[in-house]
């Protein structure tokens, strides 16, 4: 147990719907990265947020919205999904930024139909 | 923003034999150098890390030693095992702690 958690693991729904990603930081990190992993693919990044503000973006759709709240957790919200969205989302976690590594979650593996 | 690549893609290596990944990136001012490790299914682990003071960093069986000059630093994998099998990515990063993208990862098997 890396001390990240995602919900759910898996998630199955068709093309048009919205879904939330949810994501637990470990304990005492403030930092939340979003990335994306299609098949066979390298890990894109999303989005971070530290201590509850948006820091960084990276290629996110605009279909495509997170946020972090009070208690630290985060939540990607996905919606007018496309098949191509299918993928794994991963959120890690740092104590600060990106310059002191990051710890993963087990992800979610999303399936659009 | 930097980039970053890595060599070879895939490498394939008998149980016992040692194994190394080498990660070229462009921003000089890159001071912290992990790898990160993605067993099938399951997220990246960080595994080794070093930063620019250092030349070289052992845990055991891995290593990881950094050449600022030419940039590029490598993880080597001595006595390799199956359950070394995995991919690896690296991440180099110019200490803004801004650096989110990670090199396109290189797919390590052991045959036992």
């Known amino acids: 147990d890396s001390g990240v958690t995602q919900t759910p693991k898996h998630l199955i729904t068709a093309t048009g719907q919205r879904v939330t990603l949810r994501c637990s930081p470990r304990?005492?990190?403030?930092?939340v990265y979003w990335y994306q992993q299609s098949l066979d693919q390298g890990l894109q990044f999303l989005i971070q947020?530290?201590?509850?503000?948006?820091?960084a973006k990276g290629n996110i759709l605009e279909r495509f919205s997170a946020q972090q709240f009070p208690d630290l957790h985060s939540e990607l919200n996905l919606s007018s999904l496309e098949l191509g969205d299918s993928a794994l989302y991963f959120c890690?976690?740092?104590?600060?930024?990106?310059?002191?590594?990051?710890?993963f979650g087990s992800g979610t593996r999303l399936t659009v139909v | 923003g930097e980039n970053v690549e890595q060599h070879p893609s895939t490498l394939s290596v008998q149980e016992g034999d040692s194994a190394v990944i080498k990660c070229t990136y462009s921003?000089?001012?890159?001071?912290?150098f992990p790898w990160y490790k993605q067993e099938l299914g399951k997220g990246p682990q960080l595994i080794i890390d070093?930063?620019?003071?250092?030349g070289e960093k052992k845990d055991q069986r891995i290593a990881v030693t950094l050449n600022k000059t030419a940039k590029h630093f490598s993880l080597h994998i001595t006595e390799t095992q199956p359950e070394d099998s995995a991919v690896y990515f690296c991440?180099?990063?110019?200490?803004?702690?801004?650096?989110?993208?990670f090199g396109t990862g290189t797919s390590l098997t052991v045959i036992p």
């Open positions: 947020y530290y201590n509850g503000e948006e820091r």
């Open positions: 890690a976690s740092s104590v600060a930024g990106s310059n002191y590594g990051y710890t």
């Open positions: 304990s005492g990190d403030l930092s």
């Open positions: 070093i930063r620019s003071n250092v």
């Open positions: 991440a180099p990063d110019p200490n803004t702690g801004n650096q989110f993208y």
């Open positions: 921003d000089s001012a890159s001071n912290y």
